[in-house]
C-alpha cells in the first residue's frame, strides 16, 4: 500500500511501479505494437507526399506587352488568375515570373485606359514565351450622331466658333471677338481684340496657346493701331475660357484666362478668304506621326475706318505669318515648335473732323481741320518649342520653352484748329488749337522655361509643374500735348507758357519669376450623385520686389443621382497679379514736368474669388440646350488704380486702393435652330474701389449690366444659306476729364449697343467628294458672303475730347467709333 504522505521518496517508487505493472500487461503491449506500425505507415505516405510536392512542376512565363500602336506599355501588370503569381512591366515592356504549373491557367493582361485581355494555358511545362497587344478604351459610334452638350464640372466653358467661320470681323480677332458673347465678358469697341471681365481690366486676362502663354503689345493706346489678334482663327482646334475660380495651372493674372489648342491634321485641308477687310491663307497636311500647318494673313481696316468722323488717309497694314509643327516619332515623344512674325504698321494723315452731340433741343458742332501724320510700328516675333515624354498614356513630361519679342514706334506730330458751335449758328463757344507730340520706343522680350508633367490614375489626375521667366523692357518716351482756347495757352498763367500734358520716360527693367503650382483633379461616384474636386496651388517669386507668393484654389462639382442634368458647382481661390512693366511705372512732376520712374516696393495685387454656379440640361423638341448660371464675388486688394483711354491702361503706379465686384451672369445655350448653336448672355455687375482710403467710386470698367447674342440659322429645305448674327448691349462706363483723378469721374458714357449680320451662301459643295473631274475636284466648299457692320448705324462712344475755353468751361466732344459697313467675302476650302 502506497504511503499518502506527498514526499520524494514516494513519489519515485509510484513511477517505478507503474510502469513494472505496464511491462507484465500483454495485452497493452499488443496495443501498443499496433499504434507503432500505424505511426510508422503514416510517416512514410507523409514523407512521400511530401516528396511529391517539392517535386511539383513549375513554369517560367515571359513575353512583352504592347499597345495598338506596337509601342511597349511600361507598368502594364500580368497576374495568374486565382493565384498570387504575377509581374508589372518593366520600361521595354517585358515580363518575366515563376508559377507552379497547373491543368488549366489563366493570365490576365491589364493597364489603366487599355482593355484587358486574357490567354488561358493548358498544362504548360518549362517556359512559356507570350507577346500581347492591349487595344487603347475607346468607343466607336459608328454613324450615330451625338447631339448631347458636354456636362461642365469646372469653370472651363468650351466655346464652338464653327459658325463664326461664316462672318466677317471687324477687329482682327476672331476668337476674342467670339468671347465677348460670352457670360461675364465684355466690350466697347469693334476695332479693339481686348475684352472686360468681370470688372477687370485688358491686362487681367490671361490667353495661352498649346499650353504657352502668349504676350501682345504694350505701346497700343486705340483699336485702329492694334492690328492683327495673335490668335489664328483657322489654326484653332478647340476653345477653353473661364471667367474666374480658374484653375492653378494658370498663371497669374486675376480676372480670365483663354486656352486655345492648334489642330494636328491627319490627312490635308486648306483655306483661302479675302474680303474687303483683308485676306487669309491656311493649309495643314499631316500623318500619324507628323503634322504641319501655315497661315498668312493680312488686314487692312481702310473701308472701315473711313466711316468715323475724323477724314483723312488712313493707311493701316497688318500682316502675319504662323506655324505649328508637330512630330511624334514613336507614341514615346513628340515634339511641337510654334512660330509667329507679326506687323502692324499704321499710317494716318487727318484731314478733318466735324462731330455732332448734345441733345435735340441742345445740339452742338465741333470742327476741327488737321496738318500733321502719325507713323506708328509694332513688330512681334513669337516662338515655343515643346518636348513631351510619353510612359504611358497616363503619365507624360513635357519640356517648355518660349520666347516673345515686341519692337514698338510710336511717332506723331498733330496740329489741330477747332470751332466749337451750336448747330446753325455761327457765333463760337469755344476756338482754339492744339498740338500732340510724342516720340515713344519700346523693345521688350520674355522667355519662359519650364516643365510640366501628369500622372492619371483611377480616380486622380495629377498636374504639376516649374516655370522660370525672364522678362527685359527698356522704354524711351516722350509726348506732350499744348492747347490754346481763344489765344491763351492752357493752362494758362501770366509769366509763362505751360503745356497741358507732357511726359518724360527712360527705364529699363530686367526681372526673374519663378513659379510652381501643383493640382489634382479627384472623380467618385457614390449612391447619393458624382463628385469632382480639383484643388491645387501655386508658388511664386518675384525677384525685383523680393515677394513670394502662395495661392490655394478649389472647385467642387456635384451632379446628383436622382438627375444626372443637373450639376452643382463652387469655385474659390486667392490670384494674384504681378505687375508687368506698365503697373510698376509712376510718375512724379517738377516745375510742370513729368518724368516716369519705375518703382522697387510695388506689390502683386489680389483678387480672391468666390463663385457659385449651377448648369441644368434639358431638351426641347430633341433638341439640346443648357442653362447655366454663376453668382461671383471677388475681394479685391494691393490693387494699383488705372484710367483708360480708348485701350490704352494708364496706371497710378503704386498699390493704394481696395475694392470689390460682385454680381450674376447667366446664360441660354443650345440649338435654337437644328443643327447649329446658339447662345444668350445676360449678366448684372458692380465693381467698386476705395483710394487711400477714401469713399468708394466705380472702377473704369463698372458697366452695370452686359447682354450678349450669337444666333445662327439657315435656309429651310437647303444647307446652301447660313446666317449669323451677334448683338451687344453693355452699361456705360464711367469718365471723367483727361489726366485727373478717379474721384472726377463722375460722368457716364451712352450704353454700347451694336448688332452684326452675315450671310454665307455655298457656291459649291463636295464634301463627300462626289465632283472628281475638272476644277470643282480641288474644293471641299466654296462659300460667298455678305456681312452688314452695324446694321442699325448706331453712333457708339470710345472716349471723349476735351475742349477748354479760357474761363475753364470744359465741353466733352464724343469719339464714336465706326458707323454702318458692307463688307464681301469669298472662303475656298480645300
Not at 451750336?422 to 463760337?428: A, H, Q, R
Request: glycine share 8%.
Amino acid at each position: 500500500m502506497l504511503n499518502s504522505k506527498n514526499t520524494p521518496l514516494t513519489s519515485l517508487n509510484s513511477f517505478f511501479m507503474f510502469w513494472y505493472n505496464i511491462y507484465n500487461n500483454t495485452s497493452f503491449i499488443n496495443l501498443m505494437k499496433r499504434n507503432v506500425r500505424k505511426y510508422l505507415n503514416t510517416t512514410l505516405l507523409l514523407w512521400l507526399l511530401g516528396v511529391t510536392i517539392g517535386n511539383a512542376q513549375t513554369v517560367v512565363i515571359k513575353g512583352k506587352v504592347v499597345d495598338d500602336q506596337k509601342s511597349p506599355l511600361e507598368l502594364a501588370q500580368v497576374r495568374v488568375e486565382g493565384t498570387g503569381c504575377g509581374a508589372v512591366c518593366n520600361l521595354k515592356g517585358e515580363f518575366r515570373f515563376t508559377c507552379e504549373s497547373a491543368d488549366s491557367m489563366v493570365v490576365v493582361f491589364s493597364m489603366l485606359g487599355y482593355e484587358t485581355r486574357k490567354r488561358v494555358l493548358n498544362n504548360p511545362v518549362d517556359s512559356v514565351t507570350m507577346s500581347v497587344m492591349l487595344p487603347s478604351l475607346g468607343y466607336e459610334l459608328g454613324g450615330v450622331e451625338v447631339t448631347d452638350i458636354r456636362r461642365q464640372t469646372s469653370t472651363m466653358t468650351d466655346v464652338n466658333m464653327e459658325d463664326m467661320r461664316h462672318m466677317g470681323n471687324a477687329s482682327g480677332g476672331g476668337v476674342e471677338r467670339l468671347i465677348t458673347s460670352q457670360a461675364g465678358v465684355s466690350t466697347h469697341s469693334e476695332l479693339s481684340s481686348q475684352y472686360n471681365v468681370r470688372g477687370g481690366s485688358f491686362d487681367e486676362n490671361s490667353v495661352y496657346i498649346n499650353g504657352i502663354e502668349v504676350y501682345r503689345p504694350l505701346l497700343i493706346r486705340s483699336g485702329q493701331q492694334e492690328g492683327l489678334s495673335i490668335i489664328n482663327p483657322d489654326m484653332v482646334e478647340r476653345i477653353g475660357f473661364s471667367a474666374g475660380g480658374f484653375e492653378a495651372k494658370y498663371g497669374e493674372k486675376m480676372s480670365s484666362v483663354l486656352d486655345i489648342t492648334y489642330k494636328k491634321v491627319k490627312g490635308f485641308e486648306g483655306s483661302v478668304s479675302a474680303s474687303l477687310l483683308g485676306a487669309s491663307g491656311y493649309v495643314c497636311f499631316g500623318s500619324e506621326k507628323f503634322s504641319m500647318s501655315h497661315a498668312v494673313r493680312y488686314k487692312t481696316m481702310k473701308n472701315l475706318l473711313g466711316t468715323m468722323d475724323t477724314k483723312g488717309e488712313y493707311d493701316p497694314r497688318d500682316f502675319d505669318y504662323q506655324t505649328y509643327i508637330s512630330w511624334s516619332p514613336s507614341q514615346r515623344w513628340t515634339f511641337d515648335l510654334m512660330g509667329v512674325i507679326s506687323n502692324n504698321d499704321y499710317e494716318f494723315t487727318p484731314s478733318d473732323r466735324t462731330t455732332k452731340f448734345g441733345t435735340s433741343s441742345d445740339l452742338k458742332e465741333f470742327k476741327v481741320y488737321f496738318d500733321g501724320s502719325e507713323q506708328d510700328k509694332f513688330h512681334t516675333y513669337f516662338g515655343a518649342l515643346s518636348i513631351t515624354h510619353n510612359f504611358n498614356k497616363m503619365n507624360s513630361l513635357t519640356f517648355n520653352w518660349s520666347g516673345f519679342k515686341t519692337k514698338e514706334r510710336e511717332t506723331y506730330d498733330i496740329n489741330g484748329e477747332y470751332w466749337l458751335n451750336n448747330e446753325g449758328d455761327d457765333e463760337s463757344l469755344g476756338i482754339g488749337t492744339y498740338h500732340e507730340h510724342a516720340r515713344n520706343r519700346l523693345n521688350a522680350s520674355m522667355i519662359n522655361v519650364g516643365i510640366t508633367g501628369q500622372n492619371r490614375f483611377t480616380n486622380h489626375w495629377l498636374r504639376y509643374g516649374m516655370l522660370m521667366k525672364m522678362e527685359k523692357v527698356d522704354e524711351t518716351m516722350r509726348e506732350w500735348e499744348m492747347r490754346d482756347s481763344a489765344g491763351y495757352s492752357l493752362p494758362h498763367t501770366a509769366d509763362r507758357l505751360d503745356l497741358i500734358y507732357n511726359m518724360v520716360s527712360t527705364n529699363s527693367e530686367k526681372s526673374k519669376h519663378y513659379e510652381l503650382y501643383f493640382q489634382d483633379t479627384y472623380r467618385k461616384e457614390f449612391a447619393e450623385g458624382s463628385l469632382v474636386l480639383n484643388y491645387g496651388a501655386r508658388l511664386t517669386h518675384w525677384d525685383w520686389n523680393k515677394e513670394t507668393l502662395f495661392s490655394p484654389r478649389a472647385t467642387v462639382a456635384f451632379t446628383p443621382a436622382k438627375n444626372d442634368n443637373l450639376t452643382y458647382r463652387f469655385s474659390t481661390g486667392v490670384y494674384y497679379q504681378t505687375p508687368f512693366y506698365k503697373e510698376m511705372r509712376d510718375t512724379l512732376k517738377t516745375n510742370n514736368n513729368t518724368v516716369a520712374f519705375l518703382r522697387d516696393d510695388i506689390k502683386s495685387q489680389r483678387s480672391i474669388h468666390f463663385v457659385l454656379g449651377m448648369e441644368y440640361k434639358f431638351r426641347v423638341n430633341q433638341r439640346p440646350f443648357k442653362f447655366t448660371a454663376e453668382a461671383y464675388y471677388k475681394a479685391l486688394s494691393n490693387l494699383v488704380p488705372y484710367n483708360v483711354d480708348n485701350v490704352r491702361v494708364v496706371y497710378y503706379g503704386g498699390n493704394i486702393a481696395k475694392g470689390y465686384a460682385t454680381g450674376l451672369d447667366l446664360k441660354i445655350y443650345g440649338e435654337f435652330v437644328p443643327g447649329t448653336d446658339s447662345w444668350l448672355s445676360v449678366g448684372i455687375m458692380k465693381t467698386e474701389e476705395k483710394i487711400n482710403g477714401s469713399k468708394y467710386v466705380p472702377r473704369p470698367t463698372d458697366q452695370r449690366l452686359n447682354c450678349s447674342l450669337f444666333f445662327s440659322d439657315y435656309f429651310p429645305t437647303t444647307d446652301r444659306w447660313k446666317m449669323t448674327l451677334q448683338a451687344h448691349y453693355a452699361g456705360g462706363l464711367p469718365f471723367g476729364p483727361p489726366h485727373s483723378g478717379r474721384e472726377e469721374q463722375v460722368f457716364r458714357m451712352p450704353s454700347y449697343r451694336r448688332v452684326d449680320i452675315g450671310i454665307s451662301y455655298r457656291l459649291l459643295k463636295n464634301e463627300d467628294k462626289h465632283i472628281y473631274t475638272g476644277i470643282g475636284r480641288a474644293f471641299r466648299n466654296i462659300w460667298l458672303g455678305v456681312d452688314a457692320f452695324n446694321i442699325l448705324d448706331i453712333s457708339n462712344v470710345n472716349s471723349y475730347y476735351w475742349v477748354t475755353d479760357i474761363t475753364n468751361h470744359q465741353y466733352a466732344v464724343p469719339n464714336y467709333l465706326t458707323r454702318r459697313q458692307i463688307n464681301a467675302r469669298l472662303l475656298f476650302e480645300f
